[in-house]
């Protein structure tokens, strides 16, 4: 799956997690501009995890601090 | 260069590294102004007992010890201790693997030999070290730790310690397990941690399936028994005998500091090459080992533990017993059933759960106020572990405080 198609699922995927719907650009800092506790993190890449078959590691997530780079990062595990 | 000394730079330049602090620092300043009790800084004044001791002056029974079975005060323990101190002295000053075994260490991993049953035994100068030795030694670049999120601190850092790829999943969630496993790349070593009893809610994890699922996944298997030792299971081994699948679990990771009475950490394991761990851990190799009376205290306790039927039945009783009166009063409780020695009672907040906290001392009760981020989902708990010399009247007077002291926080 190319890049765009991946942004387009995971744009769909996010939405029930963004419950103060906050716009959401490639910039967005998860922890910076969402505020996500580490639960909602955790069920968050659960529900991307599922969607794509893949594992994002603890240690892949902490390199991970934007949205961009989430679509980048998956972009990539799908292989 | 410039030539400007540290101390001649502009205010503005320096980093107070300690300014990450700032939200806790201020959230406890806030707590203490309502003019509670700060309750992460008691002093036992004097330990009367297992179940009593003396905090502010006043008798207080205490039910938020992980001294599930009382060996404390053990006439056996305590003489082997002091035999040990005048024989060998007040500590080893040197690692296992230079001039810190004695005889002693020796004895202890024997006893521990024999308690689980299987072939290796290696003790470490706490349980956290036993959790940080093991799993960032054989996890290794490229491997797969897969782990319960509730795990317990001691296993996250072993986790950050080594070079593993770690990849959590929802606390008990077989399938959640299942699915991450299934996605390592081919190839890959995989680790599974799992804990026998949660410490936090007290729950137990369902082993027998969640093993079942690593094997057939091709993982070795890592269970953290800390919280089942002595009591759970036919010969008190934990919750993987208890589940009949103890003969399945690759590493038990255990500790002295709870059933068995005093300090240390262990690991046992029948892996033919398990010995190398002995050169390769280094918080095994690089920290002195226990002293003598420690592992004194340990080794007779645990033989003790052994034989301890009567103990273990009556600590059950107690679990049942209180589980049974809380829930009867409108307390929210961690377990629909008591799983094990831990009730964990939960509170609306922070500042009740310390309110209530205060109040319960002020009847003389000690447990444990537990806060995140070591509680899953944000809760406040209060904490209570049974022990098995708690004597019946004890727990219905404990029953009594919390129904005082509930209603006037307003909590029931």
Known sequence: MDRAATAARIAEVITPFNKNAIGISEATSFSGDLEWDSLTVMDFVAA???????????????????YGQLIDAVTTLQG | MNDMTPTDMPAETKTD???????????????????????FSLVMEKVLSPTTAICSGRETILLGTYNYMGMTFDPDVIAAGKQALDDFGAGTTGSRVLNGTYAGHRAVEDALKEFYGMDHAMVFSTGYQANLGIISTIAGKGDYIV???????????????GDAEVVPFKHNDIEAMEKRLKRIPEGAGKLVILEGVYSMLGDIAPLKEMIRVAKENGAMVLVDEAHSMGFIGPNGRGVAEDQGVLDQ???????????????GGFCVSNHPKFEIMR?????????????????????????????????????????????KALTGLGFKLGTAEPQSAIIAVIMPDLERGAMMWEALLREGLYVNLARPPA?????????????????????????????????AIGII
């Open chain 1, 48 to 66: 991307i995890e599922d969607e794509f078959d893949i594992i994002i590691s603890m240690n892949q997530q902490a390199e991970i601090e934007t």
């Open chain 2, 279 to 323: 050169l390769v851990c280094r918080p095994y190799v690089f920290t002195a080992s226990l002293p003598p009376s420690v592992v004194a205290t340990a080794a007779t306790s645990i033989r003790k533990l052994m034989h301890a039927g009567n103990k273990r039945a009556h600590l059950w009783e107690n679990s049942r017993t209180l589980h």
């Open chain 2, 249 to 263: 679990v690759d590493f038990v990771i255990g500790t002295f500091s709870k059933s068995v009475g005093t300090v």
């Open chain 2, 17 to 39: 590294l300690f300014s990450r602090f700032d939200p806790l620092i201020k959230q406890r300043q806030d707590l203490l102004d309502t003019g509670v009790t700060d309750p």
């Open chain 2, 375 to 407: 509680t899953p989902a944000g809760m406040t708990l209060l904490r209570c572990s049974l022990c098995a010399e708690h004597t019946a009247e004890q727990v219905e007077i404990i029953t009594g405080m919390f129904e005082r002291a509930g209603k």
């Open chain 2, 147 to 161: 782990l319960d999120i509730d795990s317990h601190a001691s296993i996250w850092d072993g986790c950050k310690m």
